[in-house]
């Protein structure tokens, strides 16, 4: 192909028609310049598609650890809410002056045992950080993520280690006052 154009340039000069030559010329710009912006326009398309390809298995990623979080979360509510109805048991026992029972045991070891959730985890969150938050094309849900994780998870790790001073508080002063 490019020996044919090759051969129009050659015939043209040689036959003194500049006019044709130029109309040649810019013709052969104008190919190139319209291949140029073809090749443009596919590499915005791959580009397009591999972030987009990126987004949905970030968004997977959050997604499968959001499910965990909660999982764990869940363990961990059901986990305190044994611990409340052990906690209200024994309370009730101390302050109404009764005898201790055996089964009181397992009450008391109950109490006792904490188990943190540890927060959400961050680490899908950091590699989003690290790859840029623009990354997600939805802007609503791209702030709920940094909101979820910037503000909530502090939260949640400040409501477990709240969480853990009040039984202990609690532990030290019934103790102290029996």
């Known amino acids: 192909m490019i020996k044919f154009f090759r051969k129009i340039r050659y015939d043209l000069?040689?036959?003194?028609?500049?006019?044709?030559?130029?109309?040649?010329?810019?013709?052969?710009i104008v190919l190139v310049v319209i291949g140029i912006?073809?090749?443009?326009?596919?590499?915005?398309w791959n580009q397009i598609r591999i972030s987009k390809n990126n987004e949905i298995e970030i968004l997977e990623d959050f997604?499968?650890?959001?499910?965990n979080d909660i999982q764990e979360l869940n363990h961990v509510i059901a986990h305190y809410e044994r611990?409340?109805?052990?906690?209200?048991?024994?309370?009730?026992?101390?302050?109404?002056?009764l005898p201790y029972t055996d089964s009181l045991k397992y009450d008391f070891?109950?109490?006792?045992?904490?188990?943190?959730?540890?927060?959400?985890s961050t680490s899908i969150f950091e590699t989003l950080k690290s790859r840029g938050?623009?990354?997600?094309?939805?802007?609503?849900?791209?702030?709920?993520i940094i909101r979820l994780y910037d503000e909530y998870d502090p939260w949640l790790k400040s409501w477990d280690k709240r969480?853990?001073?009040?039984?202990?508080?609690a532990e030290?002063?019934?103790?102290?006052?029996a």
């Open 13 to 28: 000069m040689e036959k003194n028609k500049t006019r044709k030559y130029f109309k040649y010329a810019i013709g052969e």
């Open 37 to 44: 912006l073809i090749a443009l326009q596919v590499n915005n």
């Open 63 to 67: 997604q499968k650890g959001l499910i």
């Open 83 to 97: 611990s409340k109805v052990s906690i209200e048991k024994v309370l009730y026992y101390l302050d109404n002056d």
């Open 109 to 120: 070891f109950s109490t006792n045992l904490i188990r943190e959730s540890g927060g959400l």
């Open 133 to 144: 938050f623009d990354l997600i094309s939805n802007k609503n849900l791209r702030n709920s």
């Open 163 to 169: 969480y853990i001073e009040v039984i202990f508080d």
């Open 172 to 177: 030290r002063n019934k103790i102290g006052r």
